[in-house]
């Protein structure tokens, strides 16, 4: 291991230069590193559908970026734990210039599954770059993780702005082959994150580390955990189910794709933007009931997508569901690391992150399946279901740290 990964004993707080060192570069990287999902998540379903055999195989590729999140966050993990963060962050940025190249030479051959290849490789960047906020708590004090952890998603404001003009200003570049500069744009852009993240300095794994402390089960089964990997599992599941529609769903109610780029543009800003106070409102209300306002207001949005099939409409609710993730999910970030000791940050840390994504991809691969079927309408109303379960759940941790019996 290098030596700038030896520097500092785990559990030692690093030096002030060393926190706004890896802040900054981790924001950045956070900027660049988030418009891989945003191009995927505007065009994934746009470029589904036109290469699968069948039009209810459209939002798939997008399902499968989601899997690639899933299945490789296990293994990420164990990567940070084994050879320190940053080795793992190259790994991962390697993935992304990989999903890349992939993609657009899948748009050249006009091939379905070299194109689902490829957002499997971009889900497995994506698992990396989700590591990102818990790295910008590392050797931090503990009362200022939560704002470390927010300052660093507050990167995705850029990612916001670079993802979608990305795709607007690159995918007609290439005229025979749509979007297919837009993913050697992309390339480019997780090349550059590479170079930013070399840069960054965090302790490293220590023998208490890598034995792992208290058996994960343990850890899991604690009232608290369950929780916080409920509520964010269900905060990040329904702002996939509805974004991932969403593009698709203005593209049949006869709105332009510029037109839907602009409102997942704004999505995600309301998705990131929020993050540079949401830190002070956990320090300030604690991190449940800032999660509960989060999965108000993602309720909230797809009252609003109810209310009709306008782009004001399809506008403000994206807005409000971005909104309502980043309070639900940071919110539940931010419970999390309560919920472990610091030898067992990356397992605990793994694994929850594996049942948000493994839960979201579920929700992924019913959002295009429904929509095809049965509609815009019914995709919103199916998501107060699990809206539902996670209100439930913290109705029960409530009623349960204030003593009372449950039925």
């Known amino acids: ?132 906020r818990f790295a910008a708590a590392d050797g931090v004090a503990p009362a200022r993780k939560a704002k470390a952890l927010s300052l660093v998603m507050a990167g995705g404001v850029a990612a916001g702005v670079v993802g979608p003009q990305l795709v607007t200003f690159t995918a007609d570049i290439w005229p025979e082959h749509v979007f297919a500069a837009t993913f050697l744009a992309q390339a480019l852009v997780a090349a550059l994150a590479a170079l930013i993240l070399i840069g960054v300095r965090l302790p490293k794994p220590t023998e208490a580390e890598l034995s792992g402390g208290r058996p994960l089960a343990v850890v899991a089964l604690q009232p608290a955990f369950i929780m916080a990997a409920t509520c964010g599992a269900v905060s990040y599941m329904l702002m996939n189910f509805l974004m991932t529609a969403a593009p698709l769903a203005m593209h049949l109610h006869g709105h332009s794709q510029a037109t839907a780029n602009l409102g997942l543009q704004w999505h995600v800003i309301a998705m990131y933007a929020p993050s540079f106070f949401t830190g002070q409102l956990v320090a300030r209300f604690g991190a449940p009931r800032v999660t509960a306002a989060g999965l108000i207001l993602t309720a909230l949005s797809a009252l609003i997508g109810l209310s009709g099939t306008g782009v004001p409409e399809f506008w403000l609710m994206l807005i409000i569901l971005g909104i309502g993730w980043n309070f639900g999910f940071l919110g539940a970030s931010a419970w999390v690391l309560e919920c472990h000791r610091p030898e067992e940050k990356t397992r605990v840390q793994s694994l929850n992150d594996f049942i948000v994504f493994g839960l979201m991809a579920l929700g992924s691969f019913s959002s295009g399946g429904i929509l095809g079927i049965y509609g815009w309408m019914t995709v919103l109303w199916v998501s107060f279901v699990p809206l539902s379960l996670a209100v439930a759940v913290l109705i029960l941790f409530r009623a349960r740290s204030s003593g009372r019996r449950i039925a």
């Open 1 to 132: 291991m290098d030596t700038s990964q030896q520097g500092t004993d785990y559990g030692q707080p690093l030096s002030d230069s060393d926190q706004r060192n890896n802040l900054w570069r981790l924001t950045l990287a956070q900027a660049l590193s988030g418009a891989n999902a945003v191009v995927v998540y505007a065009t994934g379903a746009i470029v589904g559908n036109s290469l699968a055999p069948s039009a209810v195989l459209a939002t798939l590729p997008i399902s499968i970026f989601v899997v690639g999140m899933a299945v490789c966050i296990l293994p990420s993990g164990a990567i940070a734990r084994r050879y320190g963060r940053r080795a793992n962050f190259m790994v991962g940025t390697c993935a992304g210039v990989a999903a890349g190249l992939l993609a657009a030479a899948a748009i050249v051959q006009q091939s379905f599954w070299l194109f689902c290849l490829a957002t499997f490789a971009g889900g497995a960047y994506a698992a990396v770059v989700l590591s990102f």
